[in-house]
């Protein structure tokens, strides 16, 4: 693919109104590709910065109206931060456009530093900006007037439990609405139809009311007599059978005769035979109305409607008096009654709840995977460090910025007097779990001489740290690293057998050591999980893509 890079020359804009400090923009057109068809050029506002302070990098691209102009994106100006890049504006005359987009770009630390250039593809075809230098100068701070302060010792802060309540009361309302639902459904006393208000009353009051009810129908009106002899045989067999404690539902007209009259004859129900004779030609009619087709005049229905209501009225009269045992009995039976009933809600309950919590779970296994659903319940403690707030900070200088789970405590590193005249500063700061092998140490070090860095003496007496305190059969591969801003290093990996702390126990464990530098300088980050831990493997991708460092000291 072949490039082509134009002339730039100086171009002068007017002096803007009240700049300060700077005195006045100064605008530099460094780009270039020049052809007979597209141009690009850029430009920058000011070659000299305060901390924190902004510069606007601007790009614009005169082209065909019919070509793709793909601008620079996300934090490709590195080590300058890009704060917000504006729409693109746009400007046409005839078959030409003119883009237009403006980069704010700004940097926290002072020195001397080099925007890279810069690609902007026209139709795919690339178009390379020069790179310049922005100088960054530091607020001055007349330390004579201003109050020095000792530097303040760490504070210990206690662990929020914010994540865990809120977890809590979030199950707690699942629970209080599924608790709430087998109440209304299951537990609560509901309130009872008319049908099971009936059924309720006793077996005379009832059979009254039925009886009531059929002399209001419409059964003779539409001609059903057969279903008003059934409903009125049927009554009086179910207060028979209640009341007068006889088998009536199931048994024939002559069986049922005849044991109303051996219960008369013995003296248990006191009934004239003429009440019986006529209770007796009630139920032939019905059975001739059932199973004959027979069809009785209305009068001689509606009057044996009225027998049968004079023989429930009698039979209750001629029924003794029940004892106090009786009604003992009777109490201990409904109240019986009532418990099973009760007992039988609470089951249904109870099996309604086990199985929205074994479709609930198996849902839940299905989707997420046992492993997982099981350490939410039981707990894990990467699965909390990756699920917990992570930190986002700076550590040591030459700064290394990185993401998290814990925040990294300085570490006490002693230096051998023989490295001392090498190293003119080594600051570290790292994390322990408790529990497994996860830890992330970072180390920055700044050497007397301006040289490059040499990586491998640093990562070999990393390796060597690693088996002074009982790792064995360490692996290593080594491969080359970009961060997310560009800047390259080397990553050394692998695995090995690493020792539990305060125990002789071997376990399956890897590593990962990043390390960059420049002139004078190296930052490394060292991070060791359990292998198998998918936890601890997402921290590790996490933390890893996070890392962002500098290019110069």
Avoid: C
Avoid at 79 to 97: F, G, Q, S, W, Y
Avoid at 108 to 126: K, L, M, V
Avoid at 456 to 484: D, M, R, S
């Amino acid at each position: 693919m072949k490039v082509k890079r134009a002339n730039f020359k100086i171009q002068s804009l007017p002096r803007p109104i009240n700049r300060g400090w700077l005195g006045g923009w100064l605008l530099f057109s460094f780009v270039g590709l020049a052809q007979t068809q597209s141009t690009v050029k850029a430009n920058i506002d000011s070659t000299s910065i305060k901390i924190g302070e902004q510069i606007q990098y601007k790009i614009t691209v005169e082209t065909d109206s019919l070509n793709i102009v793909y601008f620079p994106e996300d934090q490709t100006f590195s080590p300058l931060e890009m704060v917000e890049a504006l729409k693109i504006d746009t400007t046409k005359n005839k078959d030409r456009i003119t883009l237009q987009r403006i980069y704010a770009l700004t940097q926290f630390d002072s020195g001397a530093y080099t925007i890279p250039p810069q690609r902007i593809a026209i139709n795919e075809e690339p178009f390379f900006t020069d790179s310049f230098q922005i100088k960054v100068a530091d607020v001055v701070v007349d330390t004579t007037k201003q109050k020095m302060f000792d530097i303040k010792p760490l504070i210990e802060v206690e662990k929020s439990n914010a994540k865990l309540i809120r977890t809590l009361l979030w199950v707690l309302f699942g629970l209080l609405i599924v608790g709430g639902l087998i109440y209304w459904f299951f537990l609560r006393k509901k309130p009872l139809t008319e049908e099971e208000k009936v059924a309720l009353l006793p077996p005379f009051d009832r059979a009254l009311l039925q009886l009531k009810e059929l002399e209001n129908s419409r059964y003779l009106i539409q001609d059903e007599y057969k279903k008003y002899y059934s409903e009125l045989t049927d009554i009086v067999r179910s207060y028979l059978e209640e009341d007068v404690h006889v088998s009536a539902l199931e048994s024939t007209t002559d069986q049922l005769i005849e044991k109303l009259e051996l219960l008369k004859d013995a003296g248990e129900l006191t009934l004239k035979e003429d009440t019986i004779e006529q209770f007796k030609k009630v139920l032939k009619t019905a059975d001739l109305v059932k199973f004959a087709k027979s069809k009785p005049p209305t009068s001689v229905a509606e009057q044996d409607r009225q027998l049968v209501e004079d023989i429930v009225v009698k039979t209750k009269e001629a029924l003794p008096e029940p004892t106090v045992e009786d009604l003992l009995q009777n109490e201990a039976y409904l109240e019986e009654l009532a418990k099973k009933k009760q007992r039988k809600r609470i089951y249904i309950a109870a099996a309604v709840f086990a199985g929205l919590l074994i479709i609930g779970a198996a849902t839940s296994i299905g989707y997420y995977g046992f492993g997982y659903v099981k350490d939410s319940i039981l707990g894990h403690p990467t699965k909390e460090l990756l699920e917990s707030e992570w930190v986002q900070s700076s550590y040591g200088y030459p700064p290394i910025d990185i993401a998290t789970p814990k925040v990294l405590i300085r570490q006490e590193i002693r230096l051998p007097e023989e490295a001392k005249a090498q190293i003119s500063g080594l600051q570290a700061f790292g994390y322990r779990s408790s529990i497994g092998l996860f830890t992330v140490l970072t180390t920055s070090t700044t050497f007397a001489e301006a040289n490059e860095p040499d990586f491998e003496k640093p990562i070999e007496q990393l390796l060597q740290g690693f088996e002074q305190q009982g790792a064995k059969n360490i692996i290593t591969k080594q491969e080359e690293y970009v961060t997310l801003a560009g800047v390259k290093g080397l990553k050394t990996f692998g695995s090995g057998k690493f020792k539990v702390p305060e125990s002789s126990e071997l376990i399956r464990g890897k590593y990962a050591i990043l390390s960059f530098g420049g002139k004078g300088f190296m930052q490394q980050i060292v991070v060791t999980w359990l292998d198998g831990d998918d936890y601890a493997e997402q921290i590790v991708e996490r933390v890893l893509a996070s890392v962002d460092v500098k290019t110069q000291a």
